[in-house]
């Protein structure tokens, strides 16, 4: 009985060391990953996934098909491949007048700043548009993971809503272009920077109309800060490829695209969840969709039905459990981030009547048509 005593006595010990090492060793596992994703001063080499789209679409002509759905796969991923290569050609093509009209007004831009809740120094930049006079619509442009408003492809948006008539503020998000800070929450704190970028805009223009854009993690951003309490100034919010939890896009990316076992996943993310809520105060556990409970404001969602980085169900999702006035466009073909090189024509469209519906442009749009109908008397 004394050595039954004993022997269990040991195996206990030898237990309590072994989960000891093991929760040692997750929080280690659980650092080195949150360093990795979520530290924004790591000088990895230039890598946007969003121009790489076209290579994962190419298959191996020499690998030979075994099975009718392989087939039918690899003719589906040529044809996504051959559309591809058809709206990146017409992308091109765009971006030489995007290159040019930006040459044009880069001395008409005002750089801002604002001090976040933490104290951190936030970068934006204002772009008047003085189409109209005392034009108070403004729209704020936040960007995804890793991303600022200065290269050609997020350009291509600050343009788009110039010429529907916005006033810009494009933010540098925490960590990335000017702004302070060196990790990012992916949308998390990020949610209460877009909040205080709308309080400052009101302070500015307390008669402003403001909507919100976002796009990847620059999308979960702006719709997290619709649940905040916020001035009734933000008229709307356009959402473009949001995911929901960042625990579960983690827990699928590890699968789908490194391939770890779903237990070992899980140990790390868990890990990860620690050092972010006791280092960092963040949570990887947070749902857009419960946060959008809060929210009252009309969100257009975008999101592309071949997106393998954030599958569009996680729109679709929110879409289907948001109770206010909300629209979802899904674009066929679209990979993530690239619905409007896909739709180009039909994303402006959608936008502009959204953004018509809640916001007055009148004025704006009058202005327009007639300088089109001008034009047309002259030829």
Known sequence: MLQKTTILKKLKKILIISLIILFILQLILGSLAYYCIFNTKIDWEKFSQKFSYLASFVSNPNTPVK???DKNNYLKHKE???ILK???KKANNRSQGIISWAVNVKNNVEQVKIKSFDNYTLNGNILLNNSVKENKNWVILAFGY???????FNFQFVKIFYDLGFNILMIDQRGYGLSEGKYTSLGYKERLDIKEWINFLVNRHPDCQIATWGVSMGAVSVLLACG???????KLCIADCPFDSIYDLFKYLSGHMIGLPSFLSTYILNGMCIIARV????SLNFSVKNHLKKAKVPILFFHGDEDTFVPYKSSKNMYTSYKNYKKIVIAKYAPHCLSVILIYDKYIKHIKNFTRRFMDFNEFDNLQNNNSNITQEKH
């Open 228 to 234: 905040e309490d916020l001035p009734s100034n933000l």
């Open 86 to 88: 058809t709206q990146f």
């Open 146 to 152: 890793g991303d600022n408003g200065y290269d050609l």
């Open 67 to 69: 099975k009718e759905s």
């Open 279 to 282: 280092i960092h105060g963040a």
């Open 80 to 82: 996504i491949e051959e």
